[in-house]
């Protein structure tokens, strides 16, 4: 897979609970609270390092999940207290946060390139589905969960302790 489409998911990916799950298992006192940055470092040893462009792509994803979810949320708000109201804010577009988020985030100010970070971002952001949720999904955590804890039960055969 090409180095750049090659980068951290947003949330907590079954990779990632996974992992968290066997560091929690090897936890001591002195490294009690620094799970995630452990974590980091895993998945760095194991994936190699993020880029700084990774990471800069990474928060402008995020800004776009979160952006789109407080759109969502205007448009119940403005549905409720007006039920047949047209003048609500309609949501925006993938296309438009992605160009505000190459704006407001990464800092782009060239027509051309804000075009062509945008575009990069609303690839991502629709390769990565379920990674940018609007809701939490009770039926799909449960399946992660239920998957993690299988694999829990498979490194505890072979003597790999694991903690959820």
Known sequence: MPRADRFRPCGDTMFERLLLAIIEAHTTPETNGQQRLRMEAALAALLGPVTP??????????FMASERR??????????LVSP???TAKPMRSIPQLAEAAAREVMGCIAPKEIQAIARRL???YRTRG?????????????????AVERLC???AE???PTWL
């Open 53 to 62: 462009t990774e990471r800069e792509l990474d928060r402008a994803l995020q």
């Open 70 to 79: 407080q759109d969502a949320c205007y448009a119940e708000i403005a549905a």
């Open 84 to 86: 047949c109201a047209t």
């Open 122 to 124: 609303c690839d991502l």
């Open 130 to 146: 379920n990674a940018h949720a609007m809701a939490s999904d009770p039926i799909e955590e449960a399946l992660k969960t239920e």
């Open 153 to 155: 039960a498979e490194l």
């Open 158 to 160: 072979w003597g790999v």
